[in-house]
């Protein structure tokens, strides 16, 4: 009479909206280096796309030499590599912005991290070819609907400058961690832009398009846009590379612990180079030490790492996180605000009590 | 090739610990009157017992004048009754405290509600009879652990006074929603109090003892108090009966919406009589009205309110929602601020951009 089963304990998913459905993973309580497809968060701008697949081509067209109509086969047969990749929300950490912004209300798990494999993007270009005025190369997914400031029916469509998408690690994937991908993840193909933010991995991809001027859809130049003023666009600048930044995943915000030895533990990534070194603070910034890191040298996605803390005074601490990568960047003290609450990268913070 | 499960959206738990296992349920999107098992929130102070059921026995001793043994079926033999119940964790809400308390971080969801059949603890204890001096009757339940102020193990009890320990609608739960009771939530058996916060409604019962004086277990006189200040003890009082209290599940907090009508829809609740109305404020609470209430005379559980709001004017907005009950308690617009972090229940606030 006693089931081994009823004793499990298991994070899920945090719900944030249902339709369309955007949930964050519990990033807290992920140790491994991948995420499990139903812990991977789940970011949607519309409802889940009706796909058939009996009739499934991508069309590459534009300013190409040879426009085309790619089927499933033809991509699976063509070279493909493999990348481990983390894919982050530029919405991720926006709930810690102060004044608040609207938007989803992210924590800290808007982010998830696995192996992809797919076809470059560039092998595709190269199939077709590129006419000479090409600039952009436009993405749109299966995904339709309406936005709040519209009343037209759109799809998600998302454009990159010609030289991310010759970049040989843009790649149209096909399958998360040895597996298809899942439908909610965008199967059968999506993009994958390594070192940005996630807005640019379109997923259910449906056409491609070279254009030779600026693309201008709202999900490129309405959203996803840093506004750094409450009231006017004055500097605005487009979201493109994922900031350097680290999470605290252990301990909890606001915990209670004994005092003794404990082992603080967290991530760091970045969009630019890897991540150089990782320190902590316990003095409000006074003073950082180093943490340990593992896998410095990786690039594309986080790396882990270890601190280890003898919290011999019974009282209240804040515990502070900051990374740096190997272009230089740091954490800053405070969040760069911005209307939409993008691109959150402040050094990270908790609070405990020691008793 | 297209399956409709594929599709399918749903909310889950939401992790804020995983040992012990502390989840909260997905409150915003609830529409039901009663909560299925699996997003029925969880709080353990302790990680789950062992327990072997071939040999399980409620002992009920101490002040009474014939000491028994239960067994299951004993108790199943008994007559029962159910009841539609709340159930509330007392630090629900306590991540909107102002300053922030230690503790576990729950948002809106550390709060349940469904059917449950049992037999009334008066009914065991009408069966031993009570001795004169009786003054508290305790319940131990099976888990146990240590505490962070402590390096002794010790059981979750908990003691009730008489007259709630007697109250008729206190009961031995077996079965939740016409299910047997899961074990995470106390199988075999669990006490409901109904209309008190769930830190009274012990799970596993182990024991019962009638006891002559107050109890002082730490769960009774260290944790479940009321500190109304940051540095001394003073104005200590024990949390008991759930505050009125409500709270907006649509729309999201800073969620962005069209113009045009929409309906705005919630739950209110109290530990003392019933709700007799929620009323609604768009303008920081100088002017309210009434939602539109249903079951308004329900006790024990909550009532749903729905009020239609017509979003004329582009803006950003800030909404209130604000319940009273048939004792004439109302939210307050600020919260009662104590050391612990119990029993939030200010006036619930939203903001939402209308575009």
């Known amino acids: 009479m006693t089931d081994p089963k009823q004793h499990v304990v298991k994070p899920y998913l945090i719900t944030r909206r249902l339709n369309p459905e955007n949930q964050e993973t519990p990033i807290h309580f992920i140790q491994d280096d991948t995420i499990q497809t139903t812990l991977f968060y789940r970011r949607n701008h519309f409802s889940y796309p009706k796909l058939t697949y009996s009739n ?20 699976f047969q063509l070279p493909a590599k493999t990348l481990e990749v983390v894919l982050e929300c530029s919405g991720n950490k926006r709930s810690l912005f102060e004044p608040k912004v609207f938007g989803e209300q992210w924590e800290k798990g808007a982010m998830s991290q696995g192996v992809w494999k797919g076809v470059p993007l560039r092998t595709l270009l190269e199939i077709t070819g590129i006419k000479e005025e090409a600039k952009e190369v ?45 439908f909610k993840h965008g199967f059968p193909f999506r993009l994958i832009v390594p070192s940005w933010y996630g807005m640019a991995s379109v997923k ?89 890191v593992t896998h410095l040298n990786s690039v594309y996605k986080w790396v882990p790492w270890t601190f280890e803390w003898n919290a011999a005074e019974k009282d209240a601490y804040t515990i502070m ?15 760069f605000w911005n209307r939409k609450g993008y691109g959150y990268n402040a050094v990270d913070r908790i609070k405990v009590k020691v008793e």
Chains 1, 2 share one sequence.
């Open 56 to 75: 499934y081509f991508i069309p590459i067209n534009g300013l190409v030499s040879t426009p085309i109509l790619l089927s499933i086969q033809n991509i």
């Open 138 to 182: 436009v993405i749109e997914g299966y995904d339709v609907g309406k936005r709040t400031d519209s009343d037209k029916e759109i799809s998600y469509s998302r454009s990159l400058p010609l030289e991310k998408a010759l970049h040989p690690d843009t790649i149209i994937a096909y399958e998360y961690n040895n597996q298809p991908l899942s």
């Open 204 to 292: 259910w991809i449906k056409q491609i398009s070279v254009i030779g001027s600026h693309f201008t859809g709202p999900f490129q130049d309405i959203d996803y846009i840093y506004y750094p003023n409450m009231d006017n666009d004055d500097g605005a600048f487009p979201v493109t590379a994922i900031n350097v930044n680290s999470t605290i995943q252990k301990p909890l915000d606001m915990a209670s612990l004994n005092t003794g030895k404990h082992e603080l533990r967290g991530i760091a990534w970045t969009g630019k180079g890897h991540i150089t070194k990782v320190e902590i603070s316990m003095d409000n910034g006074n003073t950082w030490s180093e943490a340990k």
């Open 321 to 335: 996180s900051k990374a740096t990568d190997s272009y230089g960047q740091t954490q800053p003290l405070n969040p």
